[in-house]
């Protein structure tokens, strides 16, 4: 049995795994519905969502403007920049081996990576607190109105998502496209458009990850890209590649395991013992917590 003051401790990491997990979860989400279409992991995800955050930051300091248009230039960026990478890389691809999509993948974060040091600059940069801190007791821990509205707007995103791949007939033509593709485009989905959809929409869902992860610790810096594609996708992998509900509930496992080894053990192990538990859980189901045994050729 914990203690008072352990179980306020456990608690209080257990807000805060849960509010890094959201963000996780939500460019865990681009990289599971990417994988749906196209069966290959986008590893310029993480760079294509850091450009976002990046920007926002950007219109923020350097030009002066609102939070709303700020968020909007940085989630239409990281949307733009999804959507050509798609159209310029992946699209000649579609037929190649998956390891051909994979190399480029490769390329492209290496590119945009390099064009935000380029524009941006190579060193750390404070992000601007628009988000009136307030503090909050809940079970004896303190949890802040940033980690509130994060984990607000993580669940409502993520409740958007669900409602509109499964409720809406643009969202069944993207799961149908997931499914068979040629099957979908001879019932008349357009297959060009449902994938360019699918990266717009999971740019954006990254723009917003990297862009609330900027705003919880309040810095911005150029391997934030890396940093949070690679959560991203041991999220993923650790929830079943492919499936929403896995990328939800894998990024949130991460979050708190991190949290938890960072306070309880180190926060020099957190990464190592959050990617040995990925290990673990593989190693006993394969395909992931929530993935299928399914193999799918072009």
């Not at 060193?123 to 303190?142: D, E, F, G, H, R």
């Not at 485009?185 to 992860?213: E, H, K, Q």
């Amino acid at each position: 049995m914990l203690c008072a003051e352990g179980q306020i401790v456990f608690v209080q990491q257990l807000f805060n795994g849960l509010t890094l997990g959201a963000t996780y979860s939500l460019i865990a989400l681009g990289y599971s519905m990417i994988f749906g279409v196209l069966s290959f992991i986008n590893f310029a995800h993480g760079d294509v969502a850091m450009f976002g955050s990046y920007l926002t930051w950007y219109l923020l300091v350097k030009k002066g403007a609102g939070l709303v248009p700020a968020l909007m230039g940085g989630i239409i960026a990281s949307m733009l920049i999804g959507v050509t990478i798609e159209k310029i890389g992946y699209l000649p691809l579609r037929k190649a081996p998956r390891l051909a999509m994979i190399i480029v993948s490769m390329g492209f974060s290496f590119i945009v990576a390099t064009f935000v040091q380029i524009f941006f600059g190579t060193t750390a940069q404070s992000m601007p607190s628009v988000i009136p801190v307030k503090s909050y007791t809940i079970l004896n821990a303190k949890i802040n109105s940033v980690q509130l509205w994060i984990f607000a707007i993580s669940l409502l995103l993520m409740a958007l998502l669900y409602i509109f791949i499964n409720k809406t007939k643009t969202g069944i033509a993207l799961r149908a496209v997931a499914l068979d593709r040629d099957t979908a485009g001879l019932m008349g989905v357009n297959i060009n458009n449902a994938i360019s959809l699918t990266f717009a929409i999971g740019s954006a869902l990254g723009a917003v990850s990297a862009i609330m992860i900027t705003l919880y610790y309040g810095a911005i810096y150029p391997t934030l890209g890396s940093n949070i594609g690679m959560k991203g996708f041991t999220a993923v992998v650790l929830g079943g590649a492919g499936s929403i509900p896995g990328a939800m509930i894998g990024g949130l496992i991460m979050g708190v395991i991190e949290s938890l080894v960072g306070a309880y053990i180190s926060s020099a192990y957190r990464e190592a013992i959050a990617f040995f538990v990925l290990i673990v859980v593989l190693l006993f189901k394969p395909s992931g917590l929530f993935g299928k045994k399914v193999v799918k050729e072009g």
